[in-house]
């Protein structure tokens, strides 16, 4: 019933960017706080980025703070991961999730519904 789809993802270089979309449908999406996944090859699962639902709060992991930047548009029920100055340490299958409430959670069984995931490869 609840559906999250990833794409935007790709191959680019060092210093290029990439904007994630997340689209999703099947729940009230304005009511939930949302969040950015990756997994690298060989690497746990990490939180990259989190909002609240009406995009008051967001949180960045301190690799990726001031180079991604988390939105979301509620009309569209989309979430959205913009990244800038990519480098290969961002390499990773990043997917989005809803959290449990309104107010996003830093623990990644407070996300209950996952999408696929779409692939970002950063290499020269």
């Known amino acids: 019933q609840e559906k999250l789809v990833e794409s935007g993802g790709g191959l680019v270089q060092p210093g290029g960017s990439l904007k994630l979309s997340c689209a999703t449908s099947g729940f009230n999406f304005d009511i939930y706080a949302m969040g950015w996944f990756r997994r690298a090859p060989g690497k746990a699962s990490e939180l990259v980025a989190a909002i609240s639902s009406n995009a008051d709060n967001s949180y960045y992991i301190d690799a990726v703070k001031g180079r991604f930047t988390i939105t979301r548009d509620n009309d569209l029920n989309t979430l959205y991961l913009e990244m800038n100055d990519l480098g290969p340490e961002d390499t990773a299958l990043y997917s989005c999730?809803?959290?449990?409430?309104?107010?996003?959670?830093?623990?990644?069984?407070?996300?209950?519904?996952w999408g696929q995931g779409t692939q970002v490869t950063v290499t020269s």
């Open positions: 999730a809803k959290s449990q409430g309104t107010v996003f959670s830093l623990a990644p069984t407070c996300y209950c519904s």
